[in-house]
């Protein structure tokens, strides 16, 4: 168990955006201080520290606790704003399982830790004495009593003392009104025991500065619940309080962390990619903290942990699909987002703490979850995918879309195996007409029944030289195989184009797929599901694989300038099942 150590002395990592460097001493009107730290010396700024009164919301909860005596009072007396606290359980104590109950409980035995750092006094009549440090031991309340003095915080929500544990209906009114809770806090605080600092040398300089340890972020217990993802979305402001820094949300980078900062906007795909990497100590959990994010939702799931979960994933599912079926935007895994870090936790050192391999095995792929969910691949974090198709319902586990579709019923082509094309079979590498404004593309002409005209698909783009072409021969290959799932593809029809730098032609890209295509299985390009996200000349459209009498999904096809091609199809809508 790791439990939490706090520092009393906080120190913020300096402003990116002032010029004065870390290592400056410079005071410019304000007081910067040095501290010793594992006999380092460093430079930085003071904490900054909530407004003497907090503004008061609309919305107050039924219980806060009261920081200066942490005694639980009712939120209608309490006449200024609060703040809310997000922190993992199971760094709030030994977490235990009632043999009667059933409930998991915690026992707090006092043990975690508040750190006095040393320092130096003046000493009468003259001269300097050095206090050591000191280590003061504390339950998990006085722990953060200490925090919300430190930064002038009144009063706090947090749900181990503003909510009866052992009242089921109180709790699980209290799960209902969380989005108003957190929403409403003046500002979020996020307890991260892990989060910490890496230490870098100055270039050609004796002194160091310290930067935000991203990875101890990442890999944190508080960033694997699924709890602490809801609260950070729903929260308007958040402050990171960490070993021994503190970081407010405006310091993290925009790109590596979008989820903490205030234009970010969350829709079911943004929601799904960081949902499906988190963890709860109950299954049930993982539905009712995601709904929390749309409250919309939250009013047509009951909320009950006696339901069973299956059924209530098979329930949230289907809803979230009603509401958006930007559902189907996912790919196959291009990172470790779903492998979480799994080290060995320590008490001494609540730094080295993370996520357990038993604790991770509650994530979402053990759930028997139909393909439509995504739960086999990946969504996207930036989100941001639309669409204007409605024609689709759910029932139960079954997605069922009408719509046109694009697929090669006969699977018959020249190229049906990889042994049937060689480099002879591509045309030859033009050798003339070379300039530096333009490049050569291979592109295959093909036709669909009920077309007027051929259209054009490029095979390998931006090619240079020959020798480009004999060491693409197996993408190449690769490329047309593809293509042969979805329309007729003749050798005869590959051929040269010269092309503009500054102008594409148009390509279907099937490389983010959660399987590779095969030659034996038949697939649909879903033409009228159409996607557009940051940019709507590159929309996305959805692959299935027919699999008995349904269909799986298997992701989205990213594709440049093709809408013309499927557009001029004479196909005809067809109901699709998926499973």
């Given at each position: 168990?790791?439990y939490?150590?706090?520092?009393?002395?906080q120190?913020?990592?300096?402003?990116?955006?002032?010029?004065?460097p870390?290592?400056?001493?410079?005071?410019n009107?304000?007081?910067?201080?040095t501290?010793?730290?594992e006999?380092?010396?460093?430079?930085?700024?003071?904490?900054?520290?909530?407004?003497?009164?907090?503004?008061?919301p609309?919305?107050?909860?039924?219980?806060l606790v009261?920081?200066?005596?942490?005694?639980v009072?009712?939120?209608?007396?309490?006449?200024?704003?609060?703040?809310?606290?997000s922190y993992?359980?199971?760094?709030?104590?030994?977490?235990?399982?009632?043999?009667?109950?059933?409930?998991?409980?915690?026992?707090d035995?006092?043990?975690?830790?508040?750190?006095?750092?040393a320092?130096?006094?003046?000493?009468?009549p003259r001269?300097?004495?050095?206090?050591?440090?000191?280590?003061k031991?504390?339950?998990?309340?006085?722990?953060?009593?200490?925090?919300?003095?430190?930064?002038n915080?009144?009063?706090?929500?947090?749900?181990?003392?503003?909510?009866d544990?052992?009242?089921?209906?109180?709790?699980?009114?209290?799960?209902?009104?969380m989005?108003?809770?957190?929403?409403?806090?003046y500002?979020?605080?996020?307890?991260?025991?892990e989060?910490?600092?890496?230490?870098?040398q100055?270039?050609?300089?004796?002194?160091?500065?310290?930067?935000?340890?991203?990875?101890?972020l990442?890999?944190?217990?508080?960033?694997?619940?699924?709890w602490?993802?809801?609260?950070?979305?729903i929260?308007?402001?958040?402050?990171?309080v960490?070993?021994?820094?503190h970081y407010?949300?405006?310091?993290l980078?925009?790109?590596?962390f979008?989820?903490?900062?205030?234009l970010?906007?969350?829709?079911?795909?943004?929601?799904l990619?960081?949902?499906?990497?988190?963890?709860?100590?109950?299954?049930h959990?993982?539905?009712?903290?995601?709904?929390?994010?749309?409250?919309?939702?939250l009013?047509?799931?009951?909320i009950?942990?006696?339901?069973?979960?299956?059924?209530?994933m098979?329930q949230?599912?289907g809803?979230?699909?009603k509401?958006d079926?930007?559902?189907?935007?996912?790919?196959?895994?291009?990172?470790?987002n779903?492998?979480?870090?799994?080290?060995?936790?320590?008490?001494?050192?609540?730094?080295?703490s993370?996520?357990t391999k038993?604790?991770?095995?509650?994530?979402?792929q053990?759930?028997?979850?139909?393909?439509?969910?995504?739960?086999?691949?990946?969504?996207d974090?930036?989100?941001?995918?639309?669409t204007?198709?409605?024609?689709y319902?759910?029932?139960?586990?079954?997605?069922?879309?009408?719509?046109?579709?694009?697929?090669?019923n006969?699977h018959y082509?020249?190229?049906?195996?990889h042994?049937?094309?060689?480099?002879?079979?591509i045309p030859?590498?033009?050798?003339?007409?070379?300039?530096?404004d333009s490049?050569?593309?291979l592109?295959?002409?093909?036709q669909?029944?009920?077309?007027?005209c051929?259209?054009?698909?490029?095979?390998m783009?931006?090619?240079?030289?020959?020798?480009?072409?004999?060491?693409?021969?197996e993408?190449?290959?690769?490329?047309l195989?593809?293509?042969?799932?979805?329309?007729?593809?003749?050798?005869?029809?590959?051929?040269?184009?010269?092309?503009?730098?500054?102008?594409?032609?148009?390509?279907?890209?099937?490389?983010?797929?959660?399987e590779?295509l095969d030659n034996?299985?038949q697939?649909?390009l879903?033409?009228?599901v159409?996607?557009t996200g940051?940019?709507?000349?590159h929309p996305?459209?959805?692959?299935i694989?027919?699999?008995?009498d349904?269909?799986?999904?298997?992701g989205i096809?990213?594709?440049?300038?093709v809408?013309?091609?499927?557009n001029d199809?004479?196909?005809?809508?067809?109901?699709?099942a998926?499973?």
């Amino acid at each position: 168990m790791a439990y939490v150590t706090y520092k009393k002395t906080q120190y913020s990592v300096y402003k990116k955006e002032r010029e004065i460097p870390v290592w400056c001493t410079e005071n410019n009107g304000e007081s910067y201080k040095t501290i010793d730290w594992e006999g380092i010396r460093r430079y930085s700024k003071p904490p900054k520290k909530m407004p003497l009164i907090l503004p008061k919301p609309d919305f107050m909860p039924n219980y806060l606790v009261r920081i200066s005596d942490m005694k639980v009072v009712q939120g209608s007396e309490v006449h200024e704003g609060y703040c809310a606290l997000s922190y993992s359980w199971n760094q709030s104590g030994e977490i235990t399982k009632n043999e009667i109950t059933g409930n998991k409980e915690r026992i707090d035995q006092g043990k975690h830790r508040i750190i006095f750092p040393a320092k130096m006094v003046r000493k009468k009549p003259r001269g300097r004495k050095r206090i050591p440090r000191k280590v003061k031991f504390v339950t998990f309340e006085r722990l953060i009593q200490e925090i919300c003095k430190d930064f002038n915080i009144k009063y706090i929500w947090y749900d181990q003392m503003c909510i009866d544990q052992t009242n089921d209906e109180e709790k699980h009114g209290q799960i209902s009104q969380m989005h108003h809770i957190y929403r409403n806090a003046y500002c979020t605080i996020a307890l991260v025991p892990e989060l910490g600092t890496d230490l870098c040398q100055y270039l050609y300089r004796e002194f160091w500065r310290s930067n935000i340890s991203y990875s101890s972020l990442i890999h944190s217990q508080w960033m694997k619940r699924m709890w602490t993802l809801e609260e950070t979305i729903i929260s308007s402001k958040m402050l990171f309080v960490g070993y021994d820094h503190h970081y407010w949300w405006y310091r993290l980078d925009k790109l590596m962390f979008p989820i903490f900062h205030e234009l970010f906007h969350c829709d079911v795909t943004t929601a799904l990619y960081y949902a499906h990497t988190r963890i709860s100590t109950k299954e049930h959990d993982h539905v009712f903290a995601f709904a929390n994010i749309f409250p919309e939702i939250l009013k047509e799931i009951k909320i009950d942990y006696k339901q069973d979960i299956h059924e209530l994933m098979i329930q949230f599912y289907g809803i979230l699909a009603k509401k958006d079926i930007s559902i189907l935007t996912f790919r196959g895994k291009t990172a470790d987002n779903y492998e979480p870090t799994y080290e060995t936790p320590s008490s001494d050192n609540p730094k080295n703490s993370s996520t357990t391999k038993a604790e991770c095995e509650g994530t979402i792929q053990k759930f028997d979850l139909p393909t439509w969910t995504g739960v086999y691949g990946e969504h996207d974090k930036s989100g941001s995918y639309k669409t204007s198709f409605k024609n689709y319902t759910v029932s139960g586990r079954v997605l069922q879309l009408t719509c046109k579709g694009l697929t090669n019923n006969e699977h018959y082509t020249e190229i049906s195996a990889h042994a049937s094309i060689t480099f002879e079979d591509i045309p030859s590498f033009p050798q003339k007409g070379m300039n530096f404004d333009s490049l050569w593309t291979l592109i295959v002409r093909v036709q669909f029944q009920g077309s007027t005209c051929e259209k054009c698909i490029s095979i390998m783009p931006s090619v240079a030289g020959e020798s480009e072409v004999t060491q693409n021969v197996e993408y190449i290959i690769q490329k047309l195989q593809e293509l042969s799932h979805f329309m007729p593809i003749n050798k005869k029809k590959l051929q040269w184009i010269k092309t503009r730098l500054d102008i594409a032609t148009p390509n279907i890209f099937f490389d983010g797929l959660t399987e590779t295509l095969d030659n034996f299985s038949q697939y649909v390009l879903l033409t009228e599901v159409r996607f557009t996200g940051l940019y709507d000349n590159h929309p996305y459209y959805p692959i299935i694989k027919k699999n008995g009498d349904y269909y799986k999904a298997i992701g989205i096809c990213s594709t440049f300038g093709v809408d013309d091609l499927l557009n001029d199809m004479a196909s005809e809508k067809q109901m699709f099942a998926i499973l």
